[in-house]
C-alpha cells in the first residue's frame, strides 16, 4: 500500500511544483497554527465563527483546526515529498472549501482566482506524484 501511494515517475516537472506549492502552504498553516509570520495562532483562527462554508461544519472550531492542520501538514508532505499524494488530497480539500467561501467573486480582494491556482497545482501533484529528488522516489525504488 505505502509503495502504491508513493509511486512516482522520473520527471523534473513535479519539482519546482512542489517546493512553490510547499512554501506558500507551509507558511500559511504556520500563520493559523503557531502564530508564525504575524498570523492569528491557533486560539484565533479556531475562534472565528463566519469562515466556515458550509452549514454541516459545526463545530466550527473543529473545521477550521483540521484546516490549518492540513495546511500545514500537506505542506511538509509535499516538500519532502513524502506521500506527496496524501499532502496533494489535503491540499485539495482545503483549497475547495476556499473556493466556495469566496464564490462567486473571481478577482481580488475576495477573489478565489489564487485557490484556484492552487487547487490545479495539487491536482496536478495528486495525478503526477513527487517527481525526482523526493522521499517517495527513494521507497518506490525500494525492493
Do not use: Y
Not at 35 to 63: D, H, I, Y
Not at 130 to 142: K, L, T
Request: with cysteine.
Amino acid at each position: 500500500m505505502l509503495r502504491r501511494l508513493a509511486q512516482t515517475g522520473s520527471s523534473w516537472a513535479p519539482v519546482p511544483l512542489r517546493l512553490a506549492l510547499a512554501i506558500a502552504f507551509i507558511g500559511h498553516g504556520a500563520q493559523k497554527v503557531f502564530g508564525s509570520f504575524n498570523g492569528p495562532g491557533w486560539a484565533k483562527w479556531t475562534s472565528l465563527t463566519q469562515a466556515v462554508p458550509f452549514p454541516f461544519m459545526r463545530p466550527t472550531w473543529l473545521w477550521l483546526g483540521a484546516a490549518a492542520i492540513s495546511e500545514l501538514l500537506g505542506g511538509i508532505l509535499v516538500m519532502l515529498g513524502l506521500l506527496t499524494r496524501v499532502g496533494a488530497f489535503l491540499l485539495i480539500c482545503v483549497m475547495l472549501t476556499a473556493m466556495r467561501t469566496q464564490w462567486p467573486a473571481f478577482f481580488p480582494p475576495a477573489g478565489m482566482e489564487l485557490a484556484m491556482a492552487m487547487l490545479a497545482m495539487s491536482l496536478a501533484l495528486l495525478i503526477s506524484g513527487a517527481g525526482q529528488v523526493s522521499v517517495d522516489r527513494m521507497i518506490s525504488r525500494r525492493r
